[in-house]
């Protein structure tokens, strides 16, 4: 028989425990990249060219190579220079930094779509930039890019098996170790995969919550757009 | 005579070969409220855009209250301003535009709160009972817990102006805030900016379109054409025996349009 449901709930636990880093590598992973994305975007923004032009090389570069790649590096050729991470901070780092650029376009798309006017006024009260941003430009940024983010979170959560070529227990690199023991690699890969397409679609729901209630609580004017 | 409050210098601004203004020379006392009249294109939203900051000059120095805005003085000569400085000279203009600029995330309490809090440094509840005072003021307090979506364009303009009011400016700059609104809309707006004349120490500068607020309201009329001061003085003298044929020929255009 091709599928033994025995096998199947025996590794269950083994593959719940793994899942939890899975989750714990996504969610600190896109923190990481949603934070950086917005202080690259802001960088890149700059009117001085020695910030805006480097930045924009930075993220030009970090997302023509590959996430897998940038993975290796900061695990294996940061040692070089005397900074040796764990495997999972490496691979979180990895994922933050590639998906931080992504992210870096979506806020700057976010960013341009406030009208000119509102800077304006915030210019005309005399608003430090700082408080422009913070109180101004992104809480009516953000509302409008929650969908593409929300994106980014799904396809970042679904790049986390790439993470198991380091050897970090994550839920694919306990199947395979799973499936080397058993030889048996049906129920160990089937599992995850059903795992990823559970959560996924439970992530993108919640995104459509969160996307609700911002438009709700920020009351964004069809008006003033 | 007492020192301008605002004073142009020989301000010029061009956007690459296109000059928008040429060697503009302007001064406005203390108190006076002047109007700025003109065919679209001739520099007058620009004068008040510069005068904000909003817009960088490419020649002149204006000032504003007795001091330079767009420079500051260094070692005896005057160099372009830096960010401190402009910041600090800046809080004594006031502007209101044609399209409100609200923050629409913000009610119209809390916008007319956001600034007093953050650059002025009042405590929330001082900002918060002054912004009502102003709200008030400008006959909108039932209205201070709306959004500005919530609101029709002349109550939105309103808040507007009593959000600049808040940061007690000394100069006031009004863009054509009329221009945006329903005809049905515009009295209320012009009625708040009269009781500001009547009861604030306020110099004011309006671009404007409504050519009879002009005359009852202004202390002077400036007719801009092709990006100069093409004739000015009393209200009564513009309108009713403008010298200059290109006044006149404006005039009858807008008086025929209604």
């Known amino acids: 028989m091709l599928w033994d449901w025995n096998y199947t709930w025996e590794i269950m636990p083994v593959l719940l425990r793994a899942s939890v880093v899975t989750v714990e590598a996504t969610l600190l992973g896109f923190l990481l990249a949603a934070v ?32 897998l790649i940038q993975i290796f590096f900061i695990y294996f050729v940061f040692p070089e220079f005397g900074v040796v991470l764990p495997a999972m901070t490496a691979g979180v780092l990895a994922l933050g930094l590639h998906y931080g650029c992504y992210c870096s376009e979506v806020y700057r798309a976010g960013i341009e779509c406030v009208p000119r006017g509102q800077w304006e006024a915030s210019t005309a009260l005399n608003l430090s930039p700082y408080v422009t941003f913070r109180d101004i430009i992104i809480p009516q940024a953000i509302p409008p890019i929650v969908p593409a983010l929300g994106n980014y979170l799904v396809a970042l959560f679904k790049e986390t098996p790439l993470l198991s070529a380091i050897a970090v227990l994550e839920l694919m690199q306990t199947a395979k170790i799973l499936g080397s023991q058993s030889f048996r690699y049906v129920e160990p890969i089937t599992l995850v995969g059903v795992f990823f397409l559970v959560m996924s679609l439970v992530a993108a729901a919640i995104i459509r919550q969160v996307e609700a209630w911002l438009n709700r609580t920020l009351r964004i004017s069809g008006a003033e757009r | 005579m007492t020192e301008p409050m605002v004073k142009f210098e020989n301000v010029t601004k061009s956007y690459g070969a296109l000059t928008v203004l040429d060697s503009l020379n302007l001064e406005v006392a203390p108190n006076e409220k002047v109007a700025i009249i003109g065919p679209s294109g001739s520099g007058k939203t620009t004068v008040l855009r510069m005068l904000m900051t909003l817009e960088r000059i490419n020649g002149g120095v204006i000032y504003v209250d007795g001091e330079p805005l767009t420079h500051m003085p260094r070692n005896g000569a005057l160099v372009p301003a830096d960010e401190k400085h402009l910041r600090r000279v800046r809080a004594k203009i006031g502007m209101v535009f044609q399209h409100f600029n609200l923050f629409p995330h913000m009610s119209a309490l809390k916008n007319c709160m956001e600034a007093p809090i953050h650059v002025l440094g009042l405590p929330k509840k001082e900002a918060e009972q002054r912004a009502a005072e102003l709200l008030d003021m400008v006959g909108l307090s039932d209205k201070k817990n709306h959004y500005p979506s919530q609101l029709s364009g002349g109550q939105q303009q309103r808040v507007a102006i009593a959000r600049a009011l808040a940061m007690r400016p000394k100069v006031m700059l009004f863009d054509e805030v009329t221009s945006a609104l329903d005809p049905e809309l515009v009295g209320e707006v012009l009625n708040v900016i009269r009781k500001l004349g009547a009861e604030h120490n306020l110099t004011m500068l309006m671009v404007t379109h409504q050519m009879g607020f002009a005359k009852e309201f202004a202390d002077r009329v400036c007719f801009f054409y092709g990006g100069k001061i093409a004739e000015q003085g009393k209200p009564e003298e513009i309108f009713n025996a403008p010298k200059e044929e290109r006044t006149r020929q404006f005039l009858s255009a807008v008086l025929e349009a209604g």
């Open chain 1, 36 to 67: 950086l994305g917005l202080v690259l975007a802001i960088l890149r923004m700059s009117k001085n060219n020695w910030v805006s032009i480097p930045t924009a090389g930075f993220i030009e570069f970090i997302r023509s190579t590959p996430v």
